[in-house]
C-alpha cells in the first residue's frame, strides 16, 4: 500500500524559507510522478511542482517558479519542496501526491498525504 506523508510545515514572515518533505511509505513499485499541491479554504487545490522519480523531470507553477525547488533523494523516498521568498500568499495546506503523470492536475494523482500547514505572515 502506498502512503504519504508530509512534513516541514510551519509559520514564517514574509520572505522567509521553508523545507517540506514527503516521505513515500509502504510500496514503492516503479517510477513515479510525486506532485506538490497547496489547498486555500474555498478554493480548489493548486499544483504547485512535480518531480518524476525516475529522472530528472520536473515542472512548476508560474506563481512559484524562481522561488520554489523540488527535489528527491531515491536513497530514502522522501521528496522535498524548497520554498524561498516566501509570500502571504503562499499560505495554504500543502499536499504531496504521487502519479502516474507529473502534470499539475490533480486528477492526476491518486494517492495523497494527509497536508502540511504553511503560513507566512507579512
Known amino acids: 500500500q502506498v502512503r504519504l506523508k508530509e512534513s516541514g510545515g510551519g509559520s514564517v514572515q514574509a520572505g522567509g524559507s521553508l523545507r517540506l518533505s514527503c516521505a513515500e511509505l509502504g510500496y514503492i513499485g516503479s517510477s513515479h510522478c510525486i506532485g506538490w499541491f497547496r489547498q486555500v479554504p474555498g478554493k480548489e487545490r493548486e499544483g504547485v511542482a512535480s518531480i518524476y522519480t525516475g529522472g530528472d523531470e520536473t515542472h512548476y507553477a508560474d506563481s512559484v517558479k524562481g522561488r520554489f525547488a523540488i527535489s528527491q533523494d531515491a536513497a530514502t523516498n522522501t521528496v522535498y519542496l524548497q520554498m524561498n521568498k516566501l509570500k502571504p500568499e503562499d499560505t495554504a495546506i500543502y499536499y504531496c501526491?504521487?502519479?502516474?503523470?507529473?502534470?499539475?492536475?490533480?486528477?492526476?494523482?491518486?494517492?495523497w498525504g494527509q497536508g502540511t500547514q504553511v503560513t507566512v505572515s507579512s
Open positions: 501526491a504521487r502519479g502516474t503523470s507529473c502534470r499539475l492536475q490533480e486528477y492526476e494523482y491518486n494517492f
